[in-house]
């Protein structure tokens, strides 16, 4: 119930569960997520079948682990989603770890007899005072999709004004489509005369 029996890391009840624990026990120390999201991954469930797919989820996982201490936790949150909690771990160890993992997964995967190329996108937050274990996770999904926008293969540290983007564009979309709905848009034509 709280393994991926794919990988065998945490699932995301266990994840969630470690990082509700780590936060409960208000150390001064600090705790870092990070979320690993492979980029471009359905191409290779397209192209090579599932079978090739679970061959590098598993070969992720295993490099993930490689990198981390005993102490930390490795979790598979679903498809080709994985997260970190690092546990005493300021900004700068995690992005440490953040980089080790993006180069461990930037060396050529085997799969079926031939080298499959994967990248990874990396969010990232440290403990702020006040977090909760759903804000630490939050802002690092946050900061994974800042990195994946930014051009993939690469790591972010989440920052308030990633969150204030994200909610920004939400309510320009909602209003965009409140528009079309209520017929707000004019269309003009300009034309360009020479």
Known sequence: AFHDPLTRLANRSLFRERVEH???RRRVTEEAVLFIDL???K???DSLGHAAGDHVLVETAHRI?????PEDTAARLGGDEFAVLLEDADVTNAARVAERIRLSLGVPFWVLGQEVFI???IGIAVRQKGDAAGDLLRNADVAMYTAKSKGKSRFEIFEPAMHDAVVARLSLEAELRRAIEREEFVVYYQ????
């Open 22 to 24: 780590a936060l409960d």
């Open 43 to 45: 191409t290779i469930n």
């Open 65 to 69: 682990r490689s990198m981390l201490r």
């Open 39 to 41: 980029d471009n991954f």
């Open 191 to 194: 034309p360009i005369v020479r």
């Open 119 to 121: 990248s990874a996108s």
